[in-house]
């Protein structure tokens, strides 16, 4: 008995062996689109999530903490002005205003940047301090996010990762021969 051969199987073979050839089949993870991206380079681990608290006044984790190394650089999520690069309660904090009323804020952070710099996406803005509370691997990254709502003069936090826009890697089944 004769072996059926699909039409156009060909095609996804030839396809295969030049991904390969040209450079490697996409990697695992997912693919950074939008206006913000992570701060850390390579994508950092999340040691600690964020865990917003019923109530601004009570406890919680407004932010992310991201796995690092000390004197690691610590890059501008998205386009936007410094507004703060100096300390708070004893802690190098840096704090970037974005379109839309976010502001993130990175600690702790040894600023590289003035206040009112105009920076953009993956500009180096400071390097990562050890120490951070609560973490724990040497180094970590508090990275928040805080959204000014008009509604009220309010101001709400939110998770970090949100504003990521990342496009799973995926490949596409391939189409039932006709």
Known sequence: MASRVRPYAWISGAVLVLTVVAG???PVGA???GPFGWPLRPRPTVER???KPERNWLPGH???DLAGAEGQSVLAAGDGIVVFAGTVAGKPVVSIDHEGGLRTTYEPVQA???VGARISRGTPIGTLVAGHESCPVPACLHWGVRRESSIHSRREY???LGLLHEVPVRLEPL???L
């Open 24 to 26: 490697g089949a996409a």
């Open 31 to 33: 693919v950074e689109t």
């Open 49 to 51: 999530p964020f865990d």
């Open 62 to 64: 407004r932010g992310v």
């Open 112 to 114: 590289q940047v003035e």
């Open 158 to 160: 939110i998770d970090p």
């Open 175 to 177: 189409k039932p021969a």
